[in-house]
Nanobody
Framework: QVQLVESGGGLVQAGGSLRLSCAASGRTFSGYAMGWFRQAPGKEREFVGAITWSYGSTIYTDSVKGRFTISTDKAKNTVYLQMNSLKPEDTAVYYC?????????????????WGQGTQVTVAS
């Protein structure tokens, strides 16, 4: 049973930083890609970025490039989303997801497993 558990969300002032974690369990994730998505109230779920577990290749949506960084700790089976220079428009519930299919990573329908989400609120 694959399980993804996010943590690290909270309230932060604009310009601040947060690091989200996604602890993955239930199988080995070699060959998988791990994605981060977010959903703000009244909006559709939005792709944030993704990383391939084996090679560490990353992609990001344009609005977070240069501010957000995705990384993995294979020993801990954990994926991180480091978020810097946060803006009020980054406020959302953030979800991590896993997929065996590495394309298209920007589409939520590609992903097989999802975490429960963690709230990030950026105050102006």
């Amino acid at each position: 049973q694959v399980q993804l558990v996010e943590s690290g969300g909270g309230l932060v002032q604009a310009g601040g930083s947060l690091r989200l974690s996604c602890a993955a369990s239930g199988r080995t994730f070699s060959g998988y890609a791990m994605g981060w998505f977010r959903q703000a109230p009244g909006k559709e779920r939005e792709f944030v970025g993704a990383i391939t577990w084996s090679y560490g290749s990353t992609i990001y949506t344009d609005s977070v490039k240069g501010r957000f960084t995705i990384s993995t700790d294979k020993a801990k089976n954990t994926v991180y989303l480091q978020m810097n220079s946060l803006k009020p428009e980054d406020t959302a519930v953030y979800y991590c997801a896993a997929t065996r299919t590495v394309s298209p990573l920007r589409s939520s329908s590609t992903y097989d497993y999802w975490g429960q989400g963690t709230q990030v609120t950026v105050a102006s």
